[in-house]
DNA sequence: TACCCCATTGATATCGTTGTCAAAATACAT
DNA sequence: ATGTATTTTGACAACGATATCAATGGGGTA
C-alpha cells in the first residue's frame, strides 16, 4: 500500500541504510548511487514516514508557537510568518496558547515538548521574558528562539525590533509637528516593548527640552479598553494635551474613541498617534500616525535561525534586530 | 532514562500488552488489573511515546486547522476554540495555511494528512465549500468537520449559523428604524455566508414592501477596501441610502471611512451595519451596529464532535447550527 | 607486493508502542 | 461433574525508519 524504504531499496538495488542516507542528506555516499536512489524514490513516490523518523530519531520535524493571549492580528501576523518559513523546509506548525501565569506552565510545555518531540519553539511576549521559564527549557536542551525580548541574550536566538528608538522618532515627530504637551499611555507591564516605548518617549521629550505632566501619562495594558479609559480620565480635566502618544493602535483607538465622544475632533482639537501598524490603524477615520513593526518578517527569520540551529547550519544563524517605519497619517495635525 | 511500558509491566507485574489495554481504555480489563497498572503508571509518571503510538496504530491524536487567509480575529477566534476542545481531549493541533485556487491542493492537502497522520480536519471558509475537495477528502477516507457549509449535508460534520436569518432580523431592525433606502455591500463571492446573507436582506427588504435601488447594492470582498470602495461609489451620487448595511464589519468600517472623509455624519447622514461583531465594530466612533456570531464556540463545537467521531463516541455527535445575536449600537439611527 | 587508510555499503539490532492470536482463567449451562 | 462460552491475559510479530558496527574495495605509501 504505502511505499517504504524497503521498496526503494530494491527497486534501486541497494539496502536500505544507503536509502535512508541518502534521504537524510548524510555524507559518504557515491554521487551514482545517490541519483539511482533519487530516481527510485521519485519514481515510488515515497515519503519517509514520520512517525517512524521520529521515533527512531528523536525528532519530530514540528516546531510550536507558544503565545499567552496577545493582540489577535499579531497573532496572525507571527504565525504566518512561521509559517512560511516552515513550508521551505518541510517543518510543520503545531500552536500551543498557554497561561504564562500558571504555575505549572514549566511543567505543561515539557511534557507537551516530549510528548511530541517539538523540535523546536518560538516564544512571543510576555513569555519571551519569562527567565525562570527558558532557564527550565535550557536545562532540558530544548532549542527556542524568542521574538522581542526585553534583554538580548548573546547565547540565544531572539528577533527584536527597535522600540525605543521607534517610539523616540515618533515622539520627536509630533514634536516636530509643532506639539508641546504630549501625552503617553503606557503598554502592559509584562511586555518588554512597554517600558522601551516609554524609555523612547521621554528621552525625546527631554532631549527635546520639554516637560512632561504626570496627568497625561497613563498605565494601559494595550487593550482598548484601558485606552478608553485612559482617554476619559485625561479629557475630563480642563488641561488637555494637544496630542497623546499611545504605546500602541488598540489603546490609540480607545482614546480617539474617548475623545469623540467627548466632542473633541481628531486632529483638530487633539493629535493622537499609536504604535504596531494593526489593521485598524488605517481602518478608522481620521487614519492613525503609528509605528510599523515587520511582525510578520521578524517571526519568519525566527523561525528561520531557529530550524537553522537544529539543522546544524551555521549560515545565517543570527538573532537580529529589525528596523520599524514611521507611519505618518491623518490623526496627527501640524500645529 | 525515559519511563516506557515495559518499565510500568514489570513495576504491575502483567504484561506489556494489558498495560497497553490500560491505558488505551480497551474493554475485558479487570477491575483489580486496571487499578494495578494505573497505580503503577502513576508512580512512574509514565507517558506513552507518540510517535511509537502513531507508527503503529496510525493514529496521531493531532487535528488540523486548515484555513485561506480569512480575516485575522476570525481566525483567532477559530483557533482559540479549537484549542480549548484540544485541551479536553489531549489532541494537539497544527495549522496548515493553504491556497484554496491551487491546482494542487488536494494533494498537498492529502500529503500533509498521510505524512503526519493527522486524526481529522477542521474547514473554514471557503474551504468549506469546496466539493471537489471535500470528496477527495470521502474518498481517501478523511474525517473532517467544516465550519460554515454553504450546502448542510447531512452525511458530514458541520457548524453553522442563521446568517440568512440574522440578516433578515438586522435588516427588520433597520426598517424599524424608520429607513426605507437601504443599500447592501455583499461578501466575498466564494463564501456561503455571502449569499446567504444578501438572501436574508433581499427577503427582509420584500417582505416589508421596500424596494431596492441597483446603485445602493455593490459587490464587495470582504475586505476594509471593497467597503471603502463601494462607499465611495454610492456617496459619489446625488441619491444615497439612509442606511446601508455591509456584510461585514470590515466592509462596514470602509463605508464610514468613505462617509467620514464625504463630510458625511454617521449615524446623522447616514446608519450604517455591519455583521461579525469584530474587535473593529466596537473600537471605531461611532460604534457599529451588527451581528455577533459565536466563532469560538462555534469551531469549539466542531472540534468536539470531530473528536468524537474518530473516537467513536455518538453522544453529541451532532452538527449544529448556532444562533446570532443582533448588536445594536450607535452608528443605526431612528428617523 | 604488502600494508594501511578511508570512502562506501550493508546486515542487523533497535526505538516503544499496538495488533494478532492463542492460552489461561472464569462463568454458565446441562 | 462436564463441556462450552466468555472474559482476561500474555508471547511475539510488526509498524518503518535510523544507529551501530563490521565488511568491502580502491588508492596511496613503503
Given at each position: 500500500m504505502t511505499v517504504t524504504i524497503k521498496d526503494v531499496s530494491k527497486d534501486a538495488k541497494v539496502s536500505i541504510k544507503t536509502v535512508s542516507r541518502v534521504i537524510n542528506n548524510?555524507?559518504?555516499?557515491?554521487e551514482e548511487t545517490k541519483k539511482k536512489v533519487l530516481v527510485s524514490v521519485k519514481k515510488l513516490g515515497f515519503r519517509p514516514n514520520k512517525s517512524a523518523q521520529s521515533l527512531r530519531?528523536?525528532?519530530?520535524f514540528i516546531i510550536a508557537l507558544l503565545y499567552d493571549n496577545p493582540n489577535k492580528s499579531y497573532l496572525a501576523d507571527v504565525q504566518s510568518g512561521i509559517f512560511k518559513a516552515c513550508k521551505l523546509t518541510g517543518y510543520n506548525l503545531v500552536i500551543q496558547e498557554c497561561d504564562?501565569?500558571?504555575?505549572?506552565l514549566n511543567n505543561t510545555i515539557l511534557e507537551f515538548v516530549n510528548d511530541l518531540k517539538i523540535d523546536g519553539l518560538i516564544l512571543t511576549p510576555p513569555l519571551s521574558d519569562m527567565d525562570d521559564f527558558l532557564k527550565d527549557l535550557d536545562k532540558n536542551k530544548i532549542e527556542y528562539a524568542v521574538i522581542a525580548p526585553s534583554t538580548k541574550k548573546a547565547e540565544s536566538l531572539y528577533v527584536s525590533s527597535n522600540d525605543y528608538e521607534a517610539a523616540y522618532k515618533l515622539t520627536s515627530e509630533i514634536i516636530k509637528h509643532g506639539h508641546k504637551q504630549i501625552g503617553f499611555i503606557k503598554g502592559?507591564?509584562?511586555?518588554?516593548?512597554s517600558s522601551l516605548r516609554f524609555n523612547g518617549f521621554i528621552d525625546a521629550i527631554v532631549n527635546h527640552s520639554l516637560e512632561t505632566n504626570d496627568d497625561w501619562i497613563k498605565q494601559g495594558n494595550f487593550s482598548f479598553k484601558s485606552g478608553f479609559d485612559a482617554g476619559v480620565e485625561i479629557f475630563h480635566s480642563e488641561n488637555i494635551p494637544s496630542a497623546i502618544f499611545a504605546s500602541n493602535d488598540s489603546m490609540a483607538a480607545g482614546i480617539m474613541k474617548s475623545a469623540q465622544m467627548k466632542g473633541l475632533k481628531i486632529p483638530d482639537d487633539i493629535s493622537i498617534a499609536g504604535f504596531?501598524?494593526?489593521?485598524i490603524a488605517d481602518e478608522i477615520w481620521p487614519a492613525l500616525t503609528t509605528v510599523r513593526q515587520p511582525v510578520e518578517k521578524m517571526a519568519n527569520h525566527a523561525a528561520k535561525i531557529l530550524m537553522a540551529k537544529f539543522n546544524g547550519i551555521?549560515?545565517?544563524n543570527q538573532s537580529k534586530e529589525f528596523k520599524s517605519d514611521l507611519i505618518l497619517r491623518e490623526s496627527l495635525k501640524t500645529l
Open positions: 548524510e555524507a559518504n555516499v557515491a530519531s528523536k525528532r519530530s504564562y501565569k500558571s504555575p505549572d502592559h507591564p509584562k511586555h518588554s516593548a504596531d501598524d494593526s489593521p551555521e549560515e545565517s
